[in-house]
Structure formats: C-alpha cells, structure tokens
C-alpha cells in the first residue's frame, strides 16, 4: 500500500532574517511548478503546503485568500497571490524587497 505524502514540506532552513513565506499548491499545477522555481531562483525558503488530499488545508487557504485557484503565495501575512502576480513584482523589481526584513 502507497502512502500519503505529507501535505507540508519545508524548502530549506529559514534564515532568522528571511520573512516566513507560504505557497499552497497541487501536485500537477504548472504554475505552482513555476512559483516554486522563481522562489528557488531567488534563493529564498518557504513552505509548501499542497492542498490535494487535505480539504482542511484548502478551505485554509480560501479563507486566506479568498480565492479558490493554485497556487496562493503569502510572505509573511501579505497575499501576493498567484504565479502571476508573483512573477509580476519580480518583473517591478519589486519582489526581493519584500524578501528583506526592516
């Protein structure tokens, strides 16, 4: 019998400095891929929580986000949204700075 991969995994070891970063995905969603690859990139740590087989963690991410579509990124408590609003702050070159901490 399979088992069922956990629904939360850690991309590397946030550094204390780095503000905590959310991304709700599922497992065959090609812009989560493309999220998850620009963060990568970026060289940032996040969590990613794949909503697939968890029904808790996808009305979670609703709530947060008041939008039913994959992927939902959070930084910190701010909603950046989704692929493309992410990959937009990155083309304002405004996507590091919220990386950074005051």
Known sequence: MKAIPP??????????????IIIYTTK???YCIMAKRLLDRKG????????????DQREEMM???KRRTVPQ???DDRHIGGF?????????NQLDSLFERV
Request: hydrophobic content about 30%; aromatic content about 6%.
């Open 28 to 30: 065959i969603c090609p």
């Open 84 to 92: 493309d609003d992410l990959y937009a702050l990155d083309q304002l």
């Open 63 to 65: 709530r947060k986000s």
């Open 44 to 55: 940032v740590s996040y969590t990613e929580i794949n909503v697939d087989a968890d029904p």
């Open 7 to 20: 629904t939360r995994k850690d991309r590397k070891k946030p550094a204390p400095d780095m503000p905590k």
């Open 73 to 75: 990124i959070f930084i």
